[in-house]
């Protein structure tokens, strides 16, 4: 059975300072997933990495992935309070046929 | 908009009623998916379609059902509900090619929230 593990799973930062959210699986996995979700409202997918040693970025948000050590990190930059959120990590099984997600980590950026 | 659509937004619901939870989407995606969120344990997986006219069991399937008689509707229905049902409940769906499946992010629908009295 397919574990995925996220830490930490509440984060309270600073805005300016930097971060990294840890995702580790269980089983062997080549498609891992990124979400967030705003309170009170659906997911939103933020990244998709396929292969070992994927990195993708977009604005203060970095993830990689490593499947030989079957871990993905989400990497925060400069944090800012509009980044405050629940991100989820979902790895995909190796049949391609559904996501096991992470519990979440909660972030607060404060001012 | 194209999307997931997801009705009702909310429900209270007495312990023992039926309920059919409606998810539609027009992305003509092939794959469909129920998940339920409760606090602390992330989202699980309740039951999947990965093409119209199949289904498949997730992490939690008692006491749910679900049908795909065509690729946009993917309802999902308690037969009895139990307190223990209370949650918020989303949908979500992907474009599953038949090679590399998994390349595409599962899309989710706003969800519906459930209380079960």
């Known amino acids: 059975e397919l574990k995925v593990e996220q830490n930490p799973l509440f984060l309270s930062m600073q805005e300016g300072k930097n971060y990294t959210i840890y995702c580790n699986y269980s089983?062997?996995?080549?498609?891992l997933y990124w979400y967030r979700q705003d309170p009170g409202k659906s997911l939103e997918s933020l990244f998709v990495?396929?292969?070992?040693?994927a990195v993708k970025q977009e604005g203060r948000l970095m993830a990689s992935l490593d499947t030989k050590a079957r871990l993905s990190t989400l990497h925060i930059t400069a944090a800012v309070h509009d980044l405050s959120a629940t991100y989820f990590c979902?790895?995909?099984?190796?049949?391609?046929?559904?996501?096991?997600f992470g519990e979440g980590t909660q972030l607060t950026v404060n001012p | 908009i194209a999307g997931i659509t997801q009705a009702p937004t909310s429900q209270i619901l007495a312990a023992g009623r039926r309920m059919t939870l409606r998810c539609t989407q027009d992305?003509?995606?092939?794959?469909m998916y129920w998940y339920r969120q409760d606090l602390g344990l992330g989202l699980r997986l309740i039951h999947y379609?990965?093409?119209?006219?199949?289904?498949g069991k997730g992490e939690v399937p008692d006491g749910y059902s679900v049908s795909r008689a065509n690729t946009d509707d993917f309802p999902l229905t308690l037969a009895s509900a139990v307190p223990s049902q209370t949650s918020v409940y989303f949908c979500?769906?992907?474009?599953?090619?038949?090679?590399?499946?998994?390349?595409?992010?599962?899309?989710f629908g706003d969800g519906t929230r459930l209380s079960i009295l």
């Open positions: 990495l396929l292969s070992n040693g």
């Open positions: 089983t062997t996995s080549d498609r």
């Open positions: 979500a769906s992907r474009d599953r090619p038949p090679i590399r499946p998994g390349v595409e992010p599962q899309h």
């Open positions: 379609s990965n093409t119209a006219g199949t289904t």
């Open positions: 992305m003509r995606h092939n794959a």
């Open positions: 979902a790895v995909d099984e190796t049949s391609g046929s559904r996501l096991t």
